[in-house]
């Protein structure tokens, strides 16, 4: 047999109280709640009989509370306050139509966050919040949305964002370098990116699409590329760029391919819902979303 976790009487019974309570009258309360002053007198008594003592005191017309009954209307109609402004914010959050984001840094910094602007400018009932990281989104996903790189399409419902493809960027003054060949480049000062939950292609993996197995520089190691693409920016070494997703610090010139040599992303980026039956405000946003996508 269930145990319920709090001894309650009837909530129905607590809301009758309350109404009575706070309008001094049965009959008030039973115009508020839309019944009989019966039907609030039933309830009442009801409340009465399972607490073992009398709430209020009966008159003529109307009806005082007890010692007992003040006690306990002090507390059910804090409470019931309290309840009454905490549904009013989750309403109010409903309507303002708020649809969460979850990216990795440099999708956020790169790509997402410069076009929030744009969306706002066409939808300003909806709100858009962001979870960034750069490790795995848990499963089951918590947001509405997310976007993720993967080689293998996601199990959930998805639709790619993107595809992009790979070369080496750097800094304007770095490119003077003399740089042609692979081997030249396979021996520059490159900045690794240690980040193997992102499934993002490494250098190593790069050289052997090119058909080089040589021996590769390092000059840095990190393990958040917005970090290796500033070390980049700042003429500390070469990083493997995403021709689209880094396109916006190409044109700004903060960045340059270093070589001709690139190569197609062998994974694809998804834009993800957690919900097959994603709310209205999702759909517009994920609509949104694809039209706005980097490379195709």
């Not at 009806?63 to 009013?88: A, K, N, W, Y």
Request: hydrophobic share 40%.
């Amino acid at each position: 047999m269930s145990r319920r976790r709090y001894d309650l009487p009837s909530l129905k019974m607590i809301g009758t109280f309350e109404a009575a309570a706070r309008a001094g009258s049965f009959k008030d309360a039973a115009d508020e709640l839309g019944v009989t002053p019966g039907a609030v007198s039933h309830q009442v008594r009801g409340l009465e009989a399972d607490l073992g003592m009398e709430l209020f005191i009966r008159q003529a017309r109307t009806v005082e509370l007890s010692v007992e009954g003040r006690v306990l209307f002090d507390v059910v109609h804090r409470s019931m306050g309290e309840i009454d402004q905490t549904l009013r914010s989750l309403r109010a959050l409903r309507e303002t139509g708020q649809v969460s984001i979850g990216a990795t840094t440099a999708v956020s910094s790169l790509w997402l966050t410069p076009l929030l602007s744009q969306f706002w400018r066409a939808h300003p009932d909806i709100q858009i919040t962001q979870e960034v990281r750069d490790r795995p989104f848990r499963r089951p996903l918590s947001m509405d949305l997310t976007i993720e790189y993967a080689v293998e399409p996601p199990s959930e419902r998805s639709d790619v964002l993107s595809e992009d493809r790979l070369l080496p960027l750097c800094s304007p003054a770095f490119k003077d370098r003399n740089l042609h060949r692979l081997e030249q480049l396979a021996q520059a000062p490159l900045i690794h990116l240690d980040a193997k939950e992102t499934n993002w292609t490494s250098w190593p993996n790069w050289f052997n699409s090119l058909g080089f197995q040589g021996e590769l520089a390092t000059r840095h190691r990190v393990n958040n590329y917005a970090i290796a693409l500033q070390l980049a920016c700042d003429g500390l070494g070469v990083v493997l760029g995403w021709k689209g997703l880094a396109s916006g610090m190409v044109a700004s010139g903060q960045l340059v391919p270093l070589t001709d040599f690139e190569t197609p992303s062998p994974g694809r980026f998804y834009l993800i819902s957690s919900s097959p039956t994603p709310k209205p405000e999702t759909v517009i946003v994920g609509k949104w979303l694809l039209a706005q996508s980097w490379m195709n």
